[in-house]
């Protein structure tokens, strides 16, 4: 069997959300590597419940942040929105930034442009936000989903500067 490589392979239409707890390295700190351990351990099968519930697939899982894939942004959001509440009762502060663009995605894995577009977005989120991009926004138009403008942000690395909506 022939191996092609990634970007040689098909692109697809894809929502990204990345997820990052906010001052997890003071919390290992405080907390100690021991309850940090379980507390993580706890945080990433309610990630892993959501996904389900969301029809998401991860993608990569390092440490205290997630990247996963959706079919839709609306999914990719609800994602993003149902994790706080949950992590919010564990003790934790998520951030997130979802867009949807064009993804080489082959072996479990998920490359292209797009995807640094959404890891961006999450960091430039406030603690407890779920900041997306104008694409993600208007892809998940019709899902009842509300938005505020945040106005034109520059992503670092990236080119020019991008419209950026705050869900709620």
Known sequence: METVALHERAR??????????????????????????????RYHAVVRGALEQHRGRLMDMAGDGFFATFEEAADAIQ???????????????????????????ADEKCAGADVHVGARLASCAAPGEVLVSEEAAENARGAGIAFTDRGLHSLKGLPGTRRVFAVG
């Not at 907390?31 to 351990?37: E, F, I, K, N, S």
């Not at 993003?80 to 009762?89: F, K, W």
């Open 12 to 41: 697809k239409l894809t929502a990204i959300l990345f997820v990052d707890i906010v001052d997890a390295t003071s919390l290992v700190v405080s907390l100690g590597d021991g309850p940090w351990a379980e507390l993580l351990e």
């Open 79 to 105: 994602c993003a929105r149902g994790l706080q509440s949950p992590a919010e009762r564990l003790g934790l502060e998520l951030r997130s930034g979802v867009h949807i663009g064009h993804c080489w995605i």
